[in-house]
């Protein structure tokens, strides 16, 4: 695929030749006002240099700015490209250009969220039949944090089958009921994810029920779904594919048009694509100044911390693992609610971002997110700990990572047994 031209920064550049540092030189200046996991080396300068990466972490940039002696970051260059956007308009014709199929990114057109509203008016969207179904569904839904997906699973499956009998005894009230039925699908699948079973026949039978009810909003959301399935299985190509799919889908409410783009985005990181970064810079712009939509609900989970935990994982994807761990540090020391399953992944993406060159620290990441998935019942959490359990093995003899080990040994044990329950 192509690759995104950069701007070079030659207002650093300028800056450093001016007081003759070599790039190295710049970077260990820096990095005595630093911590040592935001420390920089000179391929971290010349990324600079090349406008590769143009808004370094604010640590960074701070400790630069003291270096080379500039009183603000527009002296060195540095553009926050999350802040590019400076009208609605604009981002109209920024998200619509990636509409274009093969090497173009993808996105359906933007469109203004409306005002904000009530969680319960949001499912006035299902109508009188639909609706307090999926006022039910958001009430299990927040069930599972506190009790976890296992112990829900039962509760779910019992309304599946209300909701199918009450399908079968009216063709008309099947009809009626389709949004229900479309939703309450894709979170039995999310149930499965969570849980370590397939979930691809009710995704499946989300969209086909979607497509019957004529909503095109959930439609793109279990594309995103299956976009996300396909990223756990390794399968940039598919994720790719659906995720394109999904943001023809339009006009998309805003959370869900970002969520769209930030599958597409993992998937071209993952295929060894930067362009997909630029996706998330459009992602992120659009949340951060949209208002909530009634229809955007189902993805109300997508903020821009969210986001920023995409960015890092494409980073780490990318091989700039640095800016990955930078990343998700500044994303876990927020202390805006957040999922525990997105929490508990957080965890896990930064003990892999660690587990190649600081087994310890990615031992101790791994422990967190273990503690994570324990209280959420969640075996995703567990599964995105499999890559940083094989690179670890190497180094059983740390008592940290003997001990990440044997947890997450005894907690795929477990998921296993779960698992089996289900067949």
Known sequence: M?????????????????????RQAVADAANQHLPRLHSMNDND?????????????????????????????????????????????????????????????AAGPFNDAGEGADPLVAFAVGGPVSGPWLVLLDNLASLAETLGWNAV????AKQMQSLEALRQQDSELAGRLAVADARWSEFMSWICANNGVPGDDWLRRARHRAEAAGDAVVEAYVLMRQSQQAL?????????????????????????????????AEGLALAGSESGLEALDVAHHNVKTASTSPQDHISRHCDVRYIDGIRARCHYLLGNHQEAAALLTDVLADEQPAGS???????AYLAETHAPRHPEKSAEAGLQALAVSRA?????????????????RPHRGLDLVAKFLQQHSAAVATQLSVSESWT
Not at 5 to 22: C, D, G, I, S, Y
Not at 78 to 84: E, I, K
């Open 2 to 22: 192509a690759r995104t031209e950069h701007q070079r920064n030659e207002r650093f550049r300028v800056a450093r030749t001016r007081l003759q540092l070599t």
């Open 45 to 105: 300068i010349g990324k600079i240099e090349r406008g590769v990466v143009s808004w370094p972490g604010s640590e960074r940039r701070a400790a630069l700015r003291r270096v080379l002696g500039a009183a603000t970051d527009d002296e060195l260059g540095f553009v926050n490209s999350r802040a590019m956007f400076a009208d609605s308009g604009t981002a109209t014709r920024r998200v619509e250009q990636f509409t274009l199929p093969a090497d173009a990114l």
């Open 153 to 156: 699973r039962p509760l779910a």
């Open 232 to 264: 756990d299985a390794g399968d940039p190509t598919s994720a790719v594919a659906l995720s394109r799919r999904a943001l023809r889908y339009g006009p998309l409410p805003t959370r869900t048009q970002a969520l769209c783009l930030t599958r597409l």
């Open 341 to 347: 399953v997105d929490l508990g992944i957080w965890h």
């Open 376 to 392: 959420a019942d969640s075996a995703r959490v567990v599964q995105a700990l499999l890559p940083v359990a094989v690179q670890l």
